[in-house]
């Protein structure tokens, strides 16, 4: 077995023989991936997709099948919301935070149109209907749904809300598989050849330029000539603890990581060739507290008893806002209209009840007028209709006051709080991994989680943020390395 690792490239002259030659090698066969592969493949490209499990899938597979597209989509105008690309892009921008790429977000923004019919011309089915409320995803075949933190503030106040998630039309949870299966029918009808079991272990470099791949298959080295460039789309690196402790450590904060094999290889791989690797200090991360619906109308406090955001936000926002807090747990307050019994998944307890807010507080052991104090804030104002600390909105804003009362831990490291990682390659808009001085590097290019994309700030995420971002990117890579 040769010498080879993801930290080091080899150089040509080392390489003993040529065991692949293609155009494109593609690593990685999620979303990213197939659409990477149907690009290159449909600008007459040869194509190599290697990837290291015995089949399509990533994380992708394991998502919702939920894509996010606005800018005035015939879902969007069937069902009365008037969206504009300069809305959307807005809001593309504000969900990205301090980590935006500006010049992603006004290229997808203005492309995500074409980009909902291109996946419509690659087979993937929309029902086109809207179904209303704060749902996390469909378990019916609808279409349209809010998936992010739209009609909250403070996202409200500089960009119109509307609905923007669309998912794929399929039945009950775990649209992302089938979503798969349509881009990788794709891809192969158009002339990939696909290599499964095959582990990316470094890359090939003919001076400053990238010239293959060094993929590992049945336990031995093989060497991948690709004459135009080498697609990287691996995923983030969820899976890799190492990684995490160096780059990422307040995600060790929560428990339950969310991927298939992300242990961060092609942001490796990216680095070792010259590539920059940003914002990796960024991570979603949800707690399923909109399971059932009525809790979203709660109020969440922390162990000091005060509130910390609009409870109206997207479910991952408040989530990530939560791990912010002190104490390792936050609480969420309901009341007798508004609390049902938490899923078993959520991993969610009852930490205290009362007839008031006054025995709620003692129960929690909290000092006397803390949380007592919030709520009795909050109600006055929520009969008013106003929420003058965070803005929280109608119809989700309403005051808590029928008792019994019951107050639900949250706790990061036993409530079920899954994550992901948000940061990696820097890339341009057409998917070239850019060095440190921001120039393309030669024959290497990424999209998807191995880069920092459209859900770069863990702050801001939305659901469909991501398979936007893969799915559109993916072909950019695919598109740029063919050229």
């Known amino acids: 077995m040769t010498s080879c690792s993801q930290y080091h490239p080899l150089a040509i002259d080392a390489v003993p023989q040529w065991d692949f030659e293609t155009d494109v090698a593609v690593i990685g066969f999620g979303a990213a991936g197939a659409c990477a592969a149907i690009e290159a493949c449909a600008a007459g490209a040869r ?24 800018g005035g989509t015939d879902a969007q105008k069937a069902a009365g919301f008037d969206d504009t690309v300069e809305d959307f892009t807005k809001y593309l921008k504000l969900a990205g935070g301090p980590c935006a790429d500006e010049a992603k977000c006004d290229l997808y923004g203005r492309e995500a149109l074409a980009h909902y019919q291109w996946l419509k011309d690659q087979g993937v089915p929309y029902r086109g209907n809207f179904l209303p409320g704060k749902v996390i995803e469909p378990t019916d075949d609808s279409t349209l749904i809010w998936s992010g933190s739209e009609a ?40 990939a050849e ?39 789309a691996t995923g983030g690196f969820v899976f890799n603890e190492a990684m995490r402790r160096k780059y990422c450590p307040d995600s060790f904060r929560v428990n339950a990581p969310i991927g298939d094999k992300d242990d961060g290889v092609g942001i490796e791989l990216g680095v070792s060739a010259g590539g920059d690797a940003i914002h990796m200090d960024q991570f979603f991360t949800t707690c399923p507290w909109t399971m059932p619906e009525s809790h979203a109308f ?16 997207y479910h991952g926002r408040v989530s990530r806002c939560a791990v912010d807090q002190p104490g390792g747990k936050v609480y969420q307050l309901l009341d007798l209209s508004t609390f049902e019994q938490p899923l078993d998944i959520a991993g969610i307890t009852i930490a205290g009840t009362g007839e008031t807010w006054e025995e709620v507080e003692a129960e929690l052991g909290m000092p006397k007028g803390t949380l007592s104090a919030t709520m009795a804030f909050y109600n006055e104002y929520a009969r008013a209709g ?20 019951v107050a639900l831990e ?30 393309p590097i030669a024959g290497l290019f990424a999209a998807g989680r191995c880069t920092s994309g459209l859900p770069a700030w863990g702050h801001g995420y939305s659901s469909g943020l991501s398979l936007a971002d893969c799915t559109f990117f993916g072909r950019q890579a695919g598109r740029k390395a063919a050229a």
């Not at 190599?48 to 597209?69: D, K, P, T, W």
């Not at 272990?201 to 690709?226: E, T």
């Not at 709660?298 to 936000?313: A, K, S, T, W």
Request: hydrophobic share 40%.
């Open 47 to 70: 194509v190599m997709l290697f990837e290291r499990s015995s089949g399509s899938g990533g994380a992708s597979a394991l998502s919702g099948g939920e894509i996010y597209i606005g």
């Open 152 to 191: 909250a503030s403070p996202f409200r106040n500089h960009a119109r809300p509307a609905p923007r998630g669309h998912v794929i039309q399929h039945m009950g949870w775990g649209g992302g598989r089938p979503l798969i299966d349509i881009l990788e029918a794709r891809a192969r009808d158009l002339g």
């Open 194 to 232: 696909i290599h499964v079991d095959a582990r990316a272990v470094a890359l090939i470099v003919d001076g400053d330029r990238v010239a293959g791949a060094v993929v590992r298959i049945d336990n031995a080295d093989h060497f991948v000539r690709a004459r135009k460039g080498v697609v990287l």
């Open 298 to 313: 709660g109020v969440l406090v922390n162990v000091q008893g005060q509130r910390f955001i609009n409870e109206d936000c």
């Open 386 to 405: 106003r929420d003058p600390l965070f803005d929280k909105q109608a119809p989700i804003l309403r005051p808590l006051d029928q008792s019994p009362f």
């Open 410 to 439: 949250l706790n990061f490291e036993t409530s079920y709080f899954s994550f992901f990682t948000l940061g990696g390659l820097k890339t341009s808009t057409a998917g070239e991994v850019l060095d440190r001085a921001g120039q």
